[in-house]
């Protein structure tokens, strides 16, 4: 090998813009806060927020009147309770603000006889008055003719912190490929590096792997980091493969870095690709399934949200795996969909970049 053709290699322009890269993220202390830090107080934060409770306790409020404290003190001797005697005004004013789920008016009459107040839109609210009104029929005297038996369903996979880690990882791979590809490419574009790159012998190629290779050496531990975060504190559920997980990282990366691209090919300043960024996301915050099931929307609007959202079908596939232990064949419709995703991308990011 001659001097020339070893010098080419030790300094290859893709390891270099992976190790610059590197260098980059590694000097932002708040780069690495974000990337790493944060996702682990979102999982404490709603782990903690909605742990599983052996007892719900509802907020009961009793309007005044002359049975009122015999009433409120029945409520109290069942723990899942928490009730207490208010005038009227006050007591409507709680239900209507949201400090308490259920309105109880007792009739002055004989025999005995409640009017419910509740919310309707709160699931709570409706809860709450099917147990009450269940407690005051008991203690009425009223006799189930048919025996039941309650069970607590509280095994890893059916709580919410299970739900929750597939869709933080997917928001981390969201975030990621567009921060980190398309915010760093209108950086650069702005301070003036992409045209100096440009006048190199570097290849279009070598730059944009450069991005995509040094974000997934980021990626791989934020996504190991939390899962495994989660295991040890929240004892979270794993049904499958951790192979099958790696694979939907490695396509979740690719199609959220080629949206970056896209994002970032044109912009010409930060607040334009902050902009874009905010409303590519935006959308997928909301509509995804992060948080909570895409099954909450209306039925007609479920298939566009899969469908019109590159971050859905990763989720529903990181659900599927993680808590199903779905395999390879189960997850084709949804690897299809990012990798359809993945490569529009790309091919339109790649048509429309601008150096300058």
Same mark, same amino acid.
């Given at each position: ?7 080419? $290699? ?16 590694? $000097?932002? =202390? ?11 107080? #979102? ?15 509802? &907020? ?16 109290? +001797? /069942? ?7 208010? /005038? ?14 259920? #309105? ?14 509740? /919310?309707?839109? %709160? ?7 099917? +147990? ?33 880690? =597939? ?23 702005? &301070? ?6 440009? +006048?190199?012998?570097? %290849? ?10 040094? &974000? ?17 504190? !929240? ?23 080629? #949206? ?81 995703? +993945?490569?529009?991308? !790309? ?6 970049? %601008?150096?300058?």
């Amino acid at each position: 090998m001659n001097p020339r053709e070893a010098h080419l $290699r030790r300094y290859h322009p893709l390891a270099q813009l992976v190790a610059a890269r590197c260098r980059e993220f590694i $000097r932002e =202390p708040d780069a690495v806060f974000w990337v790493y830090v944060f996702p682990l107080f #979102l999982v404490v934060a709603l782990g903690v927020a909605f742990r599983n409770r052996t007892i719900e306790s509802f &907020r009961v409020v009793v309007e005044q009147g002359p049975r009122s404290a015999a009433i409120v003190s029945a409520l109290r +001797a /069942d723990p899942h309770f928490r009730a207490r005697v208010c /005038d009227g005004p006050e007591c409507r004013l709680a239900l209507r603000t949201g400090k308490a789920d259920l #309105l109880v008016v007792p009739a002055a009459t004989l025999p005995p006889q409640y009017d419910y107040y509740l /919310d309707p839109t %709160r699931t709570e609210s409706v809860l709450a008055r099917n +147990a009450v009104d269940d407690f005051l029929q008991r203690r009425a005297g009223r006799r189930d003719v048919v025996a039941t038996r309650d069970y607590q369903l509280t095994e890893p996979g059916g709580r919410y912190i299970d739900f929750l880690i =597939p869709g933080l990882v997917g928001m981390g791979l969201m975030g990621g490929g567009l921060w980190g590809v398309g915010f760093a490419v209108v950086d650069m574009r702005i &301070r003036k590096l992409l045209k100096r790159y440009r +006048a190199t012998p570097m %290849r279009r190629s070598h730059f944009l792997a450069g991005l995509i290779l040094s &974000r997934l050496l980021f990626t791989v531990p934020e996504v190991g980091l939390l899962i495994v975060f989660a295991r040890l504190f !929240f004892h979270s559920a794993f049904a499958g493969s951790y192979l099958m997980v790696a694979m939907l990282v490695l396509v979740g990366s690719l199609q959220f870095s080629g #949206l970056g691209l896209l994002v970032a090919s044109r912009a010409q300043t930060i607040e334009t690709v902050i902009g874009l960024m905010n409303a590519v996301m935006l959308p997928m915050w909301i509509g995804s399934g992060i948080f909570f099931s895409i099954e909450r929307f209306p039925a007609v609007l479920q298939p566009v949200l899969y469908y019109a959202l590159p971050l859905t079908p990763l989720i529903d596939a990181l659900r599927r795996v993680m808590l199903e232990g779905a395999g390879l064949m189960a997850l084709g419709p949804a690897l299809a969909i990012c990798s359809l995703w +993945a490569a529009a991308s !790309f091919a339109l990011g790649l048509r429309w970049f %601008r150096w300058g």
